[in-house]
């Protein structure tokens, strides 16, 4: 299987290198940008691609309120382009598709009810997705984080939120969001799962079980033996601010009738994540 990866050097298509290895190429947003035709015409000419996954996104949330021409372009026309050239395409979506005024977890054929400009564009390239290409599958997750950390951001959220509790020394954590925070290690292994059953259409793929915010950031402290002071507060929107779901939680039916596994728990992945990032009290940069 011949894949291009494009969103190369960020936190999931850096897991999906590792586990392609020789059989995939990566080119990150600086050596190809997914709204260049042209480049992306000489990229699918000299690779040939089987597979192509596009884990390029606008994904600063309160940004793509500020650029929201920019966000559509390339959140939505762009994957269209990719779409309809005819090579099947893995294309990675979100929870904030959802409005998350539900108690119930979301599962894939649930309305979705986006509401902001970055929710309303992934779900936007979503349809294009799934309209123009010949065989898409489309991957909605929540809370990503992974070894490659997220450039565009800082660093992922378990390594802001231990630098903000060093240097702060103090944390105010929203209590009333829920999801699921999913390592992208085992995100990518799921979505070559999915591949390789044939699978196609939108499936959910996220870390077991679910938390809030606080409850994250909790585990995050106790296990890189932070000790700090973390308030628990309650989403406030400002006007003109980003109304984020407050239940981003999703449930997997579809991805359960394919055969898919599930991820591991949501605590059982952090700890790994922390071992292996040197970041788990005992193993380096614990304070």
Not at 228 to 239: G, L, N, R
């Amino acid at each position: 299987m011949r894949a291009l990866i494009l969103g190369g050097g960020g936190q999931l298509a850096s897991e999906l290198s590792a586990l392609l290895s020789s059989d995939a190429t990566a080119f990150s947003h600086e050596a190809l940008d997914i709204c260049d035709g042209p480049a992306l015409d000489r990229a699918y000419r000299e690779l040939a691609p089987d597979v192509v996954f596009n884990c390029a996104a606008f994904h600063n949330v309160d940004e793509c309120e500020r650029q929201r021409e920019q966000a559509w372009r390339i959140n939505v026309e762009a994957v269209q382009d990719l779409a309809r050239r005819g090579v099947p395409l893995v294309h990675v979506s979100t929870n904030y598709v959802f409005d998350g005024r539900r108690d119930e977890p979301y599962g894939e054929e649930d309305l979705p009810a986006p509401r902001s400009v970055y929710a309303l564009t992934k779900l936007a390239g979503e349809y294009a997705a799934l309209a123009y290409g010949t065989r898409t599958l489309v991957v909605r997750s929540a809370g990503l984080y992974g070894l490659s950390g997220s450039a565009s951001k800082g660093g992922n959220f378990v390594q802001r939120m231990l630098a903000r509790a060093r240097e702060q020394g103090h944390l105010r954590m929203v209590a009333d969001q829920r999801l699921q925070p999913t390592f992208t290690a085992d995100l990518a292994a799921a979505v070559l799962e999915a591949v390789r059953a044939g699978g196609a259409g939108v499936v959910h793929l996220t870390a077991g079980g679910a938390c809030s915010w606080y409850e994250f950031t909790q585990a995050i402290m106790e296990l890189a033996g932070v000790d700090v002071q973390i308030e628990p507060v309650d989403t406030q929107v400002s006007a003109g601010g980003v109304d984020r779901p407050l239940n981003g939680v999703l449930a997997r039916p579809r991805a359960n009738a394919l055969g898919l596994s599930e991820l591991r728990p949501w605590r059982e992945a952090l700890e790994d994540y922390m071992r292996r990032a040197g970041l788990a009290l005992g193993v380096g940069g614990a304070a």
